[in-house]
């Protein structure tokens, strides 16, 4: 079955539980998160054999994007959830008059896939500037054990690519976590330090600019302030306030490097 045709199994599945001729009641909590997880549980597979780096998922918008304006220079942020939720949380940032900010994130992607579609969603926009913001789901283990060199590896890839097509790079901190909700107990918040820590010391090397929103969205155990997310991993609203005006000097100081 192609995608399409297992979404509308898993909303008929739905619409059979809320029809009054297939139930007396209305369906429970724990019928709708089933129906739910099923659908979630089918896509996911439909990608992981068809799709496995998402392509699909920004095909038609990047073929409406226009060219880049003359005075408004376009920045890519290719990343995650945390990207792919800033755009919903705080859609009037990437309205800015300063820069041209198009988010590029997939919930729940690791660094190996972000590398397959950093052509897609990256180079062929001709940005001036892309911001990568990866790491957190290499630590969560969603795509199996995480190895620190293969991460950076994927980052070194992407820096390589972008240098090679006139594109700044802003290298951004892994966000702080002491746990993820969805595989817990692999005590993240070292390994983020330690990754992070490599990271700057790679941008350093390479004259790239660090943006290190680790820091300004870390409590005191290292992980990201309940005021800023209430799950332990994704900014909310003020969160990404705290994050957006340390993004714009960022862009500006590669901006200057170019």
């Not at 859609?91 to 800015?96: E, W």
């Not at 590398?115 to 990256?122: G, H, I, K, T, W």
């Not at 951004?172 to 595989?183: E, I, K, L, Q």
Request: proline share 6%.
């Amino acid at each position: 079955m192609t995608f399409p045709q297992l979404l509308r199994a898993a909303l008929l599945l739905t619409g059979l539980l809320l029809s009054p001729t297939a139930r007396a009641q209305q369906p429970t909590d724990a019928d709708a998160k089933k129906a739910a997880d099923e659908a979630y549980r089918q896509r996911q597979d439909y990608l992981l054999r068809n799709d496995w780096p998402n392509l699909q998922q920004y095909a038609a918008a990047n073929q409406r994007l226009p060219a880049p304006r003359p005075g408004r220079p376009r920045v890519v942020i290719i990343g995650n959830s945390i990207t792919e939720g800033w755009v919903k949380q705080d859609s009037a940032f990437f309205r800015g008059r300063a820069y041209e900010y198009v988010g590029r994130g997939i919930g729940g992607q690791a660094s190996g896939q972000t590398v397959l579609r950093f052509r897609a969603d990256v180079l062929d926009l001709h940005p001036a500037v892309v911001v990568m913001l990866v790491g957190t789901n290499d630590v969560a283990e969603n795509n199996g054990p995480y190895n620190p060199q293969h991460t950076l590896n994927n980052i070194m890839t992407m820096c390589e690519l972008a240098r090679a097509h006139g594109i700044g790079v802003v290298l951004g901190a892994v966000a702080p976590s002491t746990d993820f909700w969805w595989h817990k107990g692999l005590n993240p918040a070292p390994k983020i330090l330690a990754l992070n820590e490599r990271i700057e010391a790679y941008a350093a090397q390479q004259h790239f600019t660090y943006y290190d929103l680790h820091t300004a969205l870390k409590d005191d155990q290292n992980g990201l302030k309940k005021a800023y997310g209430a799950d332990g991993v994704h900014p909310n609203l003020a969160g990404y306030r705290a994050m957006e005006p340390l993004l714009n000097e960022a862009v500006a100081r590669a901006l200057k490097k170019k």
